[in-house]
């Protein structure tokens, strides 16, 4: 029989408080709340294009003005943005519990404003640029910036630091996910649509090695069938319920 709401909160917040080490993936969901578009539903587009078609390296080398505009719009967008009562549920969860690890795959910075600690970003950060030349990174939060922002230690194009389709994750980031992953006892996937690897199979990798896993997202998922407990709703309204 399906358990009510109620009953899953509180098995969820039974095994939160009896976990040592919890994993919480988040995706473009979370930030929803905040007003930030999410990729696949209503608001991926930006003028005529979709977001994920930008999001790659053969846009950037195509046509890097076009690109850049689209980073800088999103920059503007974000730049006045305040993390929610899901965010900041996680810092506060955070706090109680003994080895917490926040893996996100969100580029927007907020969980860092609402206080987490202990984040894993595997696809970067919008307001880091990195050079195409020396790899070296900057922090700025210039918005708009320059129209086509150049190193000041070589003079090549910098590019945002984030991760796009076909490009490899951080390897010493991905390492971390995947070990924290592997020992956590309880791991949350919250507000992610389970279409991007590697970060959608990280709940599975969990699962297979005994961690109750738990998912929070508006809909179901490819995933919601195979996880131990799915809590359909706002991240903003569940989240809080679990501190
Ligand atoms: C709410 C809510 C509320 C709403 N409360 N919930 C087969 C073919 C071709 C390629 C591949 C393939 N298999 C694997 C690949 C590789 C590819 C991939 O996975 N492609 C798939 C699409 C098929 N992966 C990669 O290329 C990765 N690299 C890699 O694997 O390297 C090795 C390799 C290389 C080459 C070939 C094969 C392997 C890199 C992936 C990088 C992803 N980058 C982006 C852009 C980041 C920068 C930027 O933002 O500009 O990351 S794409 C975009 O998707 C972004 C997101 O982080 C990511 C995930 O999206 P997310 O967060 O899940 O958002 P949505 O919109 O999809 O979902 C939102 C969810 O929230 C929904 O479920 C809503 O219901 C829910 N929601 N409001 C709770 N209030
Ligand atoms: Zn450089």
Same mark, same amino acid.
């Given at each position: 029989?399906?358990? $009510?709401?109620?009953?899953?909160?509180? /098995?969820?917040?039974?095994?939160?408080?009896?976990?040592?080490? &919890?994993?919480?993936?988040?995706?473009?969901?979370?930030?929803?709340?905040?007003?930030?578009?999410?990729?696949?539903? #209503?608001?991926?587009?930006?003028? *005529?294009?979709?977001?994920?078609?930008?999001?790659?390296?053969?846009?950037?080398?195509?046509?890097?003005?076009? &690109?850049?505009?689209?980073?800088?719009?999103?920059?503007?967008?974000?730049?006045?943005?305040?993390?929610?009562?899901?965010?900041?549920?996680?810092? #506060?969860?955070?706090?109680?519990?003994?080895?917490?690890?926040?893996?996100?795959?969100?580029?927007?910075?907020?969980?860092?404003?609402?206080? $987490?600690?202990? @984040?894993?970003?595997?696809?970067?950060?919008?307001?880091?640029?990195?050079?195409?030349?020396?790899?070296?990174?900057?922090?700025?939060?210039?918005?708009?910036?320059?129209?086509?922002?150049?190193?000041?230690?070589?003079?090549?194009?910098?590019?945002?630091?984030? /991760?796009?389709?076909?490009?490899?994750?951080?390897?010493?980031?991905?390492?971390?996910?995947? $070990?924290?992953? *592997?020992?956590?006892?309880?791991?949350?996937?919250?507000?992610?649509?389970?279409? &991007?690897?590697?970060?959608?199979?990280?709940?599975?990798?969990?699962?297979?090695?005994?961690?109750?896993?738990?998912? @929070?997202?508006?809909?179901?998922?490819?995933?919601?069938?195979?996880?131990?407990?799915?809590? @359909?709703?706002?991240?903003?309204?569940?989240?809080?319920?679990?501190?």
């Amino acid at each position: 029989i399906e358990q $009510s709401a109620e009953e899953k909160i509180r /098995v969820v917040k039974e095994k939160l408080a009896q976990s040592k080490r &919890v994993v919480v993936l988040t995706g473009a969901g979370i930030s929803a709340e905040s007003g930030v578009p999410t990729f696949r539903g #209503e608001g991926g587009l930006w003028r *005529q294009y979709r977001a994920t078609d930008l999001a790659t390296p053969e846009a950037f080398a195509r046509d890097p003005r076009l &690109v850049w505009e689209f980073y800088n719009w999103r920059r503007e967008l974000l730049a006045p943005l305040k993390p929610n009562a899901a965010h900041f549920a996680l810092a #506060e969860i955070e706090k109680k519990v003994p080895h917490f690890t926040l893996i996100t795959q969100n580029i927007d910075g907020l969980h860092h404003k609402a206080g $987490s600690r202990n @984040i894993l970003e595997l696809h970067g950060n919008i307001w880091w640029l990195r050079c195409t030349g020396c790899s070296g990174l900057v922090e700025d939060r210039t918005v708009p910036l320059p129209e086509l922002p150049l190193c000041k230690a070589c003079g090549s194009l910098l590019r945002p630091h984030v /991760v796009w389709f076909g490009e490899m994750l951080d390897p010493k980031i991905l390492d971390q996910a995947y $070990s924290t992953v *592997q020992k956590c006892d309880l791991m949350m996937v919250i507000g992610t649509s389970g279409t &991007v690897q590697p970060a959608a199979s990280m709940g599975m990798q969990a699962k297979n090695a005994g961690a109750m896993v738990v998912e @929070i997202n508006l809909e179901p998922t490819p995933y919601t069938a195979a996880y131990h407990l799915s809590l @359909i709703g706002k991240a903003g309204d569940i989240v809080p319920l679990l501190k």
